[in-house]
């Protein structure tokens, strides 16, 4: 704690005045560390708060913790120290952050009771449980993330739909060609094959086609990632082994069908 000139009232305004030749000490972010000092062993290193033209005090190094995220998921950690509140004497709030093993809506009475008694100048307020502030955090994000997810689940099934028609009419028009197939010896598993065949030719463009428009929509969709990049090939390929295995099944049951065919009946059928 500084010493304070007498007659200094305690403001922002005199903070050059109060922290004249004060060092304090600090704790950074592993992202500062990277940042900064990269390389390199930050502990004992000295950094200034503030601009130059402020004259805050310098601070000393002496512990690196794990990053956070503050300003956003889609922000990521950014850079940051901490001071200890007893080297400061102008009153902030504080925030007490408590883990149990126990439900924590049990504890709650107790811990205000106890905060109470313990600062009872000091107001307790806002006591919630992190997953509820969580929740509130990112309540917004979800609900775009669920909309994203039902027109995707529901341009998935018509393209379904319209992949099992259209070789499904394929397959009607073939009946003949299929016939005389068969009863030249061919079999079911050589149908089968080359309907499938057909179908996966069919659906190979449409993934081209819909990788290159999700990587340039990927930009605008970008604010709502979070650990994960825009370009993440993982999600890429597993988008592609999703649409990929839907178009199977939905090329299968006409190809099934078709092997279903009886040659004499199909030719007669002409």
Request: one cysteine or more; hydrophobic letters at 50%.
């Amino acid at each position: 704690m500084p010493n304070f000139p007498p007659g200094v009232p305690v403001t922002p305004e005199n903070l050059s005045i109060i922290f004249k030749e004060v060092l304090l000490q600090a704790v950074i972010s592993r992202s500062m560390a990277e940042q900064f000092w990269p390389g390199e062993d930050p502990i004992g290193k000295r950094f200034h708060l503030g601009y130059p033209d402020m004259h805050l005090p310098a601070a000393e190094i002496i512990g690196i913790v794990g990053d956070i995220t503050q300003n956003g998921l889609e922000n990521g950690p950014t850079p940051e120290f901490y001071l200890s509140q007893r080297q400061f004497a102008i009153p902030v709030g504080a925030h007490v952050i408590i883990r149990t093993q126990t439900d924590p809506t049990a504890i709650v009475a107790t811990v205000r009771t106890a905060l109470q008694k313990g600062f009872p100048d000091h107001p307790v307020t806002d006591v919630r449980l992190m997953i509820d502030r969580l929740e509130e955090h990112v309540s917004g994000r979800k609900f775009n993330l669920r909309l994203f997810v039902f027109f995707a689940g529901t341009a998935l099934l018509l393209a379904l739909i319209g992949l099992y028609g259209v070789l499904a009419f394929v397959v009607g028009q073939q009946t003949r060609e299929i016939g005389i197939r068969m009863a030249l010896g061919a079999q079911q598993i050589d149908v089968l094959r080359d309907i499938l065949r057909r179908g996966i030719l069919l659906v190979l463009p449409g993934l081209a086609l819909g990788a290159i428009a999700a990587w340039a929509a990927s930009r605008l969709l970008q604010s709502q990632l979070y650990a994960v990049t825009r370009n993440d090939p993982a999600s890429y390929a597993a988008a592609a082994s999703l649409l990929l295995l839907a178009a199977l099944v939905a090329c299968w049951l006409p190809a099934r069908r078709a092997t279903k065919v009886n040659p004499i009946e199909a030719l007669r059928s002409e």
